[in-house]
């Protein structure tokens, strides 16, 4: 059963950075096509970054030039590189496959919040 395990949230102030990391248990993970995904409060879970398999990205307008996505297969990792970060992006992240056919049970996410 594949596990996700996200880490590395915290409180960080408007213009700052922070990394966030997601262990994944199981041996696809390398073949899959994985995302960070993210809930605003009083908004739905929305999917921001994506990396396939061999390193290709794909990111929403929102976060594009800011955020960088990237995976260490070798470690089952997937990471997000978060800067200039402002309060808009304060959220839950969670990691997750890409499409929805390859989605497993959510893990319990990491909470990122941005002050002003």
């Known amino acids: 059963q594949v596990q996700l395990v996200e880490s590395g949230g915290g409180l960080v102030q408007a213009g700052g950075s922070l990394r966030i990391s997601c262990t994944v248990s199981g041996s696809v993970f390398s073949r899959k096509t994985m995302a960070w995904y993210r809930r605003a409060p009083g908004k739905q879970r929305e999917l921001i970054a994506m990396?396939?398999?061999?390193?290709?990205?794909n990111y929403v307008d929102s976060v594009k030039g800011r955020f960088t996505i990237f995976r260490d297969n070798a470690k089952n990792t997937v990471n997000l590189q978060m800067d200039s970060l402002n309060p808009e992006d304060t959220a839950v992240y969670y990691c997750n496959a890409a499409f929805p056919y390859d989605i497993v049970s959510w893990g319990k996410g990491t909470l990122v919040t941005v002050s002003s």
């Open positions: 990396i396939t398999p061999g390193g290709a990205t």
